[in-house]
């Protein structure tokens, strides 16, 4: 009789448990393109009792990383200040076994400089309300957005003391700052002339106090840090935006999101 109530209430317990997980996601390998949707596909596991379904929440989210200056001559990807470029949240209904589930669009307007090992980040989470392990309900993965045919971007905006990039946002009052930003050009090119300025607005008055710009030409797949030797020295507290931007003529670029970067930077 003990043997026999064991077994039964073993039985029970082991149809009774319920398990949701992200077993992957697809990625789009090379075939997501600046300023063109696609669709995120993930592929999630429920394991439960037999015709039972399950009612999740989908959270996806997308990083895009940035650009910091290591050199005059020399950039690298910032794992340390993602860009969130998307967040849904969606509820599924899932059955016992796989399932394959979209998610709503995601539209791409920064393309990455891959040749910097520059990458979108993607990390996707399932919840249930009676799950019962859920340290396998979060899935992170990467994947590239290519860039189109003509296509300039900026890609940093920032200060330097001497030939070293400000690492964070505070900066102090009487210093000489030097400015300089950062744009690429497509991989497939073509080759492109743009003008690229930079300014300098004191926030509290709303007032440019630094205005210069640069022309330059980039070949297919450049990049190029653009300096302009111009010393800007901060004379007041408080806050102070930078800009940089491009000026381009009709025709030379197909995206125009992409095209400008602010940072606010804080004097003291």
Known sequence: ?????????????????????????????????????FQPVVSLLYGGPQNETAVCTLKTRIWRYQIKLDSLSSISMDTTKPIPVYDTSVVVTLSVGVNIESLPSFHPY???????GQHHKIEVTVGMANDQ????????????????????????????????????????VGVVY??????????????????????????????????????KTLAAGQDTCLYYQSGWV???????????????????????????????????
């Open 1 to 37: 009789m003990f043997i026999a109530c064991f077994l039964i209430t073993g039985c029970l317990k082991q149809s009774g448990y319920r398990d949701v997980s992200v077993s992957s996601i697809f990625l789009p390998g090379d075939t997501v393109i600046s300023c063109q949707s």
């Open 110 to 116: 920064w393309s990455d400089i891959y040749w910097v």
């Open 133 to 172: 392990n859920r340290s396998n309900d979060m899935l992170i993965d990467y994947f590239i957005v290519k860039a189109r045919n003509c296509d300039l971007q900026v890609n940093y905006v920032g200060l330097l003391t001497g030939n070293v990039a400000v690492p964070d946002d505070t900066i102090s």
């Open 178 to 215: 030097s400015t300089a930003s950062v744009v690429s050009n497509s991989p497939s090119g073509p080759t492109a002339s743009f003008r690229c300025w930079y300014k300098i607005i004191r926030v509290n008055t709303n007032t440019v106090i630094y205005s210069r710009y640069l022309n």
């Open 234 to 268: 901060p004379s007041d507290s408080g806050w102070y935006l930078t800009q940089s931007y491009l000026e381009l003529a009709p025709g030379v670029d197909s995206i125009f999101d992409n095209n400008s970067l602010e940072r606010h930077f804080y004097a003291k």
